[in-house]
């Protein structure tokens, strides 16, 4: 019998795109961490606390990514799920131009105020200070190929290629690695020679990421049009910035908050601890590396699911991220916590007399991992759902409130304002929690903790159907029954059902070769006032059912009926699924 919604093809989909995108945050959490491996080996401990205080000024930069890349991915994967993909374009193209351009800006003033900058983030007579404006002065060059490069990476895995963006990050890390080697070893350029592998590892990222709109199979595309003075091309910046804004704040608070444990840990401890708060930022890293490689579907799944007014696909997506990510950062916790002087001797602590400090410092440390990790995936669907103002709030208190801890614990017990970050996460927690609650008592239609909408625009009919002939049947009838109550016209609900009969039939027949009982095909069917919608979604070989581009030895007679019932059809091939979107006006 035909099935309520499973996971099935929502796992499938967050699977496929999990792994290549754990693997992409992998190789990128690994260049980081070899950046400060190698240096710190190569060159010193002081060489790897240089490029800690650099960080804030990157993470500065890289906000524009978030802006730009991580918000105009939004609005392109929910422009997708619309099947509105002259928008998707327009978006695309803004955010490449607009990060070409103000990346650009950012290295030449960067480069010019250098000096400055590191005298504000490194007391000059530090002997850490040489070390950190050779750093900067180098890295801030390959600031403009770093955000297109973000910008790039994101729109392609929005576009359902994941897989190259792995490729494209592993093999820049790959040669990260070498040129490490290469410019500090052989060629004695110091911390300067670990900043131009980077920048090299920066470029080879966005050709490869460039490869992807050879492939036949790519929805989205450049315009440069704009160029010849056609601006209508472009896509307006304030919704791209407004979907953006909230991991924007976000990624400038870090880049603030940073800062500002750099100045209280060199304040409170001095140089040492400085190499302390440098190994546990480290830990933090690999944290960021677990979100972003699973937590990242949220942001690409997600927003397609959303333009597809997927509430219950949306829900059934954020479970399963929330599961994975907390049992891989459980492990992590627990291995940092076993074994902290492994972790802390890959970063040259043999090399300072701080074991002890280092140990405790990385265990009170882990604590914090968990219900960070929960407040940020949080704020992500709050975003998603329509609550900027809140993912905003908990962009900026997130980090605030570590900061003030932190400072507070640092100012009562110096030795102990490690205890700073893991109260600051467990109390914000409670908090968006409570504010959760109180939002859904307001909005009852709405799920506790993830306020995520349970019911949708119209009626709706949500169901996942096994790959079998009498499956099929069943739902055929359920679908007739669901149009019948919802008062459409005869002649709409007879076409609706003559395109799911031939469509889900050729899905049994032709979709998959071993083990169809095994699969399920998605059927989301919306009656507006005017319109009902069909959404089909199925994991089998891919297959598009326009007419003109059917495979040899599949019958035409049942898809030319398809095509030529219904004008407005349209086929993506993502995430390793068909999904075959149609529309049908309604009769007065």
Same mark, same amino acid.
């Given at each position: 019998?035909? +099935?309520?919604?499973?996971?099935?093809?929502?796992?499938?989909? &967050?699977?496929?795109? @999990?792994?290549?995108?754990?693997?992409?945050?992998?190789?990128?959490?690994?260049?980081?961490?070899?950046?400060?491996?190698?240096?710190?080996?190569? /060159?010193?401990?002081?060489?790897?606390?240089?490029?800690?205080? %650099?960080?804030?000024?990157?993470?500065?930069?890289?906000?524009?990514?978030?802006?730009?890349?991580?918000?105009?991915?939004?609005?392109?994967?929910?422009?997708?799920?619309?099947?509105?993909?002259?928008?998707?374009?327009?978006?695309?193209?803004?955010?490449?131009?607009?990060?070409?351009?103000?990346?650009?800006?950012?290295?030449?003033?960067?480069?010019? &105020?250098?000096?400055?900058?590191?005298?504000?983030?490194?007391?000059?007579?530090?002997? /850490?200070?040489?070390?950190?404006?050779?750093?900067?002065?180098?890295?801030?060059?390959?600031?403009?190929?770093?955000?297109?490069?973000?910008?790039?990476?994101?729109?392609?895995?929005?576009?359902?290629?994941?897989?190259?963006?792995?490729?494209?990050?592993?093999?820049?890390?790959?040669?990260?690695?070498?040129?490490?080697?290469?410019?500090?070893?052989?060629?004695?350029?110091?911390?300067?020679?670990?900043?131009?592998?980077?920048?090299?590892?920066?470029?080879?990222?966005?050709?490869?990421?460039?490869?992807?709109?050879?492939?036949?199979?790519?929805?989205?595309?450049?315009?440069?049009?704009?160029?010849?003075?056609?601006?209508?091309?472009?896509?307006?910046?304030?919704?791209?910035?407004? +979907?953006?804004?909230?991991?924007?704040?976000?990624?400038?608070?870090?880049?603030?908050?940073?800062?500002?444990?750099?100045?209280?840990?060199?304040?409170?401890?001095?140089?040492?601890?400085?190499?302390?708060?440098?190994?546990?930022?480290?830990?933090?890293?690999?944290?960021?590396? %677990?979100?972003?490689?699973?937590?990242?579907?949220?942001?690409?799944?997600?927003?397609?699911?959303?333009?597809?007014?997927?509430?219950?696909?949306?829900?059934?997506?954020?479970?399963?991220?929330?599961?994975?990510?907390?049992?891989?950062? &459980?492990?992590?916790?627990?291995? %940092?916590?076993?074994?902290? +002087?492994?972790?802390?001797?890959?970063?040259?602590?043999?090399?300072?007399?701080?074991?002890?400090?280092?140990?405790?410092?990385?265990?009170?440390?882990?604590?914090?991992? /968990?219900?960070?990790?929960?407040?940020?995936?949080?704020?992500?669907?709050?975003?998603?759902?329509?609550?900027?103002?809140?993912?905003?709030?908990?962009?900026?208190?997130?980090?605030?409130? @570590?900061?003030?801890?932190?400072?507070?614990?640092?100012?009562?017990?110096?030795?102990?304002?490690?205890?700073?970050?893991?109260?600051?996460?467990?109390?914000?927690?409670?908090?968006?929690?409570?504010?959760?609650?109180?939002?859904?008592?307001?909005?009852?239609?709405?799920?506790?903790?993830?306020?995520?909408?349970?019911?949708?625009?119209?009626?709706?009919?949500?169901?996942?159907?096994?790959?079998?002939?009498?499956?099929?049947?069943?739902?055929?009838?359920?679908?007739?029954?669901?149009?019948?109550?919802?008062? %459409?016209?005869?002649?709409?609900?007879?076409?609706?059902?003559?395109?799911?009969?031939?469509?889900?039939?050729?899905?049994?027949?032709?979709?998959?070769?071993?083990?169809?009982?095994?699969?399920?095909?998605?059927?989301?069917?919306?009656?507006?006032?005017?319109?009902?919608?069909?959404?089909?979604?199925?994991?089998?070989?891919?297959?598009?059912?326009?007419?003109?581009?059917?495979?040899?030895?599949?019958?035409?007679?049942?898809?030319?009926?398809?095509?030529?019932?219904?004008?407005? &059809?349209?086929?993506?091939? @993502?995430?390793?699924?068909?999904?075959?979107?149609?529309?049908?006006?309604?009769?007065?």
């Amino acid at each position: 019998m035909a +099935e309520k919604r499973n996971s099935y093809l929502v796992s499938k989909a &967050l699977k496929s795109f @999990m792994f290549a995108s754990i693997l992409a945050a992998l190789a990128q959490q690994v260049a980081t961490t070899t950046d400060a491996i190698v240096v710190s080996h190569l /060159i010193g401990p002081d060489a790897m606390s240089a490029v800690n205080l %650099v960080m804030p000024v990157l993470s500065l930069c890289t906000c524009i990514g978030y802006l730009f890349g991580m918000g105009g991915s939004v609005v392109a994967a929910k422009a997708m799920g619309r099947r509105d993909l002259l928008t998707a374009n327009r978006v695309f193209t803004t955010a490449v131009a607009a990060t070409s351009c103000i990346g650009v800006l950012l290295s030449v003033v960067g480069y010019c &105020l250098a000096p400055q900058i590191t005298s504000v983030i490194c007391p000059v007579d530090s002997r /850490i200070y040489p070390l950190t404006l050779s750093f900067l002065q180098t890295i801030i060059l390959g600031v403009a190929f770093s955000l297109v490069g973000f910008t790039l990476q994101n729109f392609v895995k929005t576009d359902g290629n994941p897989r190259l963006v792995t490729m494209a990050v592993m093999t820049s890390t790959l040669l990260n690695f070498v040129f490490d080697i290469v410019f500090i070893k052989l060629f004695h350029m110091g911390i300067a020679g670990s900043a131009w592998a980077t920048i090299v590892s920066y470029l080879v990222a966005v050709s490869v990421c460039l490869l992807h709109f050879r492939r036949p199979h790519h929805s989205i595309h450049l315009d440069w049009s704009f160029l010849k003075g056609k601006f209508s091309i472009l896509h307006s910046p304030f919704s791209i910035v407004k +979907e953006g804004f909230p991991m924007c704040i976000n990624g400038l608070l870090l880049g603030l908050c940073i800062y500002g444990f750099n100045s209280i840990v060199l304040h409170a401890q001095g140089a040492d601890g400085m190499y302390i708060w440098s190994v546990c930022l480290q830990l933090f890293l690999i944290t960021q590396m %677990v979100m972003v490689g699973i937590g990242g579907s949220l942001f690409s799944i997600g927003g397609l699911l959303t333009g597809e007014r997927d509430m219950l696909g949306l829900a059934i997506l954020f479970r399963r991220v929330m599961t994975y990510i907390c049992s891989v950062l &459980l492990v992590l916790m627990l291995i %940092v916590m076993v074994m902290p +002087e492994a972790f802390g001797k890959l970063f040259g602590s043999s090399a300072i007399n701080v074991g002890d400090q280092l140990n405790t410092a990385l265990c009170v440390f882990s604590l914090m991992l /968990i219900p960070y990790s929960i407040v940020a995936n949080l704020r992500v669907v709050y975003q998603i759902v329509g609550y900027r103002t809140m993912s905003v709030v908990f962009s900026i208190a997130q980090l605030v409130v @570590m900061v003030l801890f932190v400072w507070i614990f640092a100012l009562v017990s110096p030795d102990n304002l490690w205890w700073g970050f893991p109260m600051s996460a467990i109390v914000l927690l409670l908090i968006v929690l409570l504010v959760a609650w109180y939002k859904h008592h307001q909005q009852p239609d709405t799920a506790w903790v993830t306020l995520i909408p349970s019911t949708t625009e119209g009626r709706a009919m949500n169901i996942s159907v096994r790959l079998n002939h009498d499956d099929v049947i069943q739902v055929l009838k359920d679908i007739a029954d669901f149009l019948k109550a919802c008062e %459409v016209d005869s002649s709409t609900a007879y076409h609706v059902r003559l395109c799911c009969d031939e469509l889900i039939s050729n899905i049994v027949n032709y979709a998959v070769e071993k083990h169809p009982e095994k699969h399920f095909v998605d059927v989301h069917i919306r009656c507006l006032d005017k319109m009902v919608s069909v959404l089909l979604k199925d994991d089998g070989r891919p297959f598009n059912p326009i007419l003109k581009e059917t495979p040899e030895g599949i019958e035409h007679l049942g898809l030319r009926l398809v095509n030529g019932t219904n004008h407005n &059809l349209t086929y993506q091939y @993502m995430y390793d699924q068909n999904m075959v979107y149609m529309t049908f006006p309604c009769n007065p």
